[in-house]
Nanobody, 121 residues
């Protein structure tokens, strides 16, 4: 079994910063792609950022230059540093990690439970 536990959401004023963390635990042989998604009320879930095992990153246009994704492969953790937050960044943020549980097994994508980020004055 694999679990992803997120932390770091909350209420912040426009222009502020938050740091989200997502740690995977359980039966993990290797973690591959890691990413963050978000879903605002009444909208579809969208990709915010992702990062490969080698550290290559990709960002949604709406967050480029403001958000930074990083990973700690030894701890099976993915982080999202969010700066210059805007009200339109308000959403539930979900991490996802592609994990292989053991030798010879295929990758499975796991999701965190979601953490609320609210940007409001």
């Amino acid at each position: 079994q694999v679990q992803l536990v997120e932390s770091g959401g909350g209420l912040v004023q426009p222009g502020g910063s938050l740091r989200l963390s997502c740690a995977a635990s359980g039966s993990i042989f290797r973690a591959y792609a890691m990413g963050w998604y978000r879903q605002a009320p009444g909208k579809q879930r969208e990709l915010v950022a992702n990062i490969t095992p080698g550290g290559s990153t990709d960002y949604a246009d709406s967050v480029k230059g403001r958000f930074t994704i990083s990973r700690d492969n030894a701890k099976n953790t993915v982080l999202l540093l969010m700066n210059s937050l805007k009200p339109e960044d308000t959403a539930v943020y979900y991490c996802n990690i592609e994990i292989v549980a053991g030798w010879g097994k295929g990758p499975v994508t796991y999701w965190g439970q979601g953490t609320q980020v609210t940007v409001s004055s």
